[in-house]
């Protein structure tokens, strides 16, 4: 049996007519009359008797067609999962990103994702910038956000998707909120929270207080995420320098921040695996990221 064959039956069986089936299907009579005889060969049995000049199914042509009707229902279930999963997306996305990401922007972005994909599961994993290059590049996530490509990241395609300047953060009510604009050389007696060392930002800040010849108070505090930074300034541990985002982020905790200067860019990069081709669903999360960082 054929398709061509079973759709002609079909045709004719909810039209009544053989003509009327061939102007449906956009074909000719006799082809249609040719298509029934072959289904009718290859069952074994009549489909069609005439009654008074009509097209009438036999008691094995009307068994038949309950079997090809239950064929077509299948057939357009396909059709509406195809048509769904062109709209909306289905399946598990793996995002991987930086705590600052995380915290802050991210939440945002997966409610407006989810808006539009509310079945797709979104498995989000937190690390630190290598660490996410390195799951980006062995394809187990299929996107990453970090804050810096360090030079070891392989397997990795990056594209630069926000910038946001630094600011000082502090306590409520500390002195340095009297001021504008905050200069390494106001930041010379204050319990100073780094950055971890191997951090590619920790090196643009450092690389800034040395240009001022200003070298920070500090007894060792550092960790590797700008959002414990905020944190531990909101709870009165020391100042810190970290990317505009995230402090706006935590001023409801008792942080507080003003402009840095000299300036310096805190980035954030998306990553895909560079040896894989990039699903429908990885492109709209990232669409909707990209909208998102617009915004703020």
């Known amino acids: ?19 009327t089936a061939a102007e449906v299907l956009h074909t000719s009579q006799p082809n249609i009359s040719r298509l029934i005889s072959q289904l009718e060969e290859a069952a074994g049995f009549s489909l069609f008797m005439r009654v ?63 808006e539009t994909h509310p079945h797709v599961a979104i498995s989000l994993h937190t690390n630190d910038s290598p660490r996410v290059s390195q799951w980006v590049g062995t394809q187990f996530c299929d996107l990453g956000i970090v804050a810096y490509v360090s030079r070891e990241a392989s397997g990795v395609e990056s594209n630069l998707i926000s910038s946001s300047p630094a600011v000082c953060v502090f306590p409520e009510h500390h002195p340095l ?33 040395r240009e001022a010849g200003v070298v920070p108070r500090n007894s060792g505090l550092e960790t590797p995420y700008e959002a414990t930074v905020c944190a531990m300034v909101a709870g009165g541990v ?16 008792g942080l507080d921040f003003r402009p840095f200067a000299p300036e310096i860019i ?12 990039e699903s429908l669903l990885a492109q709209r999360f990232a669409q909707t990221l990209s909208e998102v960082l617009s915004e703020e």
């Not at 061509?4 to 007519?17: D, M």
């Not at 396909?78 to 995380?102: F, K």
């Open 1 to 19: 049996m054929k398709f061509k064959q079973i759709e002609a039956f079909r045709t004719v069986v909810q039209t009544g007519s053989m003509t």
């Open 52 to 114: 008074s000049g009509r097209l009438q199914l036999t008691d094995e042509g009307a068994e038949l067609f309950r079997d090809v009707e239950r064929a077509f229902i299948g057939l357009r279930s396909l059709q509406d999962s195809a048509d769904h999963i062109r709209r909306s997306g289905t399946g598990r996305l793996r995002v991987g990103t930086v705590p600052s990401i995380a915290l802050t922007t991210m939440p945002k972005v997966i409610r407006r994702f989810r």
């Open 177 to 209: 909120g009297r001021k504008a604009v905050i200069e390494p050389s106001d930041l010379r007696d204050e319990e100073f929270i780094a950055l971890s060392l191997l951090d590619g930002t920790r090196m643009k800040v450092d690389q800034r207080f």
């Open 238 to 253: 020391g100042v810190s320098v970290v990317s505009q985002v995230v402090a706006r982020a935590y001023v409801h905790t």
């Open 266 to 277: 805190f980035e954030s990069h998306l990553l895909r695996p560079k040896h894989a081709p």
